[in-house]
């Protein structure tokens, strides 16, 4: 079993009325990594690929709010939308004094991750995007009618092409 530098610790913070708990390792002076997970699960998703990636990053990996060791309010309470989700990821981010980051994105996480790049992409170092959605709900303003993003968050290689590999 490897051993790294780097362990995870376990930490909450307070945020608009919510706990938001998360694991963190690194070294918070080097490039960040906000991992964002999917449903139905947690942080404890990232806990074999925290350690490894804290050798070259800060690596922030919170619950989302109603999942995990997050608060869990009541859709009376809270309003569980991507983008008030979103909104109490923000304010955790600045809580953490987090400011530049890659975003490190996997299912639920996706539309969440897609509306903090979209209403500020200049703190965006870059998207790493698995098992992601893309419709309207999750994509926000910054996205065109159709659903493609500006060309701001694409890099402009060209396209590559190959032959055609079937399946089956």
């Known amino acids: 079993m490897q051993t790294y530098r780097h362990k995870i610790r376990h930490e909450t913070v307070s945020v608009q009325g919510l706990d938001i708990f998360y694991r963190h390792a690194g070294d918070p002076e080097l490039p960040a990594i906000l991992l964002l997970h999917g449903y139905p699960t947690s942080s404890y998703m990232y806990r074999d690929v925290i350690e490894p990636l804290a050798e070259t990053a800060y690596v922030v990996a919170p ?3 109603g999942f995990g060791y997050s608060s869990a309010p009541s859709a009376d309470a809270y309003d569980y939308t991507f983008e ?3 909104d109490t990821i923000d304010a955790f981010l600045a809580a ?3 400011e530049r980051f890659f975003l490190f994105l996997h299912d639920f996480g996706t539309p969440v991750g897609y509306h903090l790049a979209t209403r500020r992409p200049d703190r965006i170092r870059g998207l790493i995007v698995q098992n992601g959605n893309a419709h309207d709900e999750g994509l926000g ?3 065109g009618r159709d ?3 500006q060309r701001r968050f694409l890099p402009t ?8 590999c079937p399946i089956g």
């Open 63 to 65: 619950d989302l709010p």
């Open 84 to 86: 008030k989700i979103a």
């Open 96 to 98: 953490l004094d987090l």
């Open 141 to 143: 303003q910054g996205w």
């Open 147 to 149: 659903g493609t993003p």
């Open 157 to 164: 290689r060209p396209r590559r092409t190959g032959p055609s």
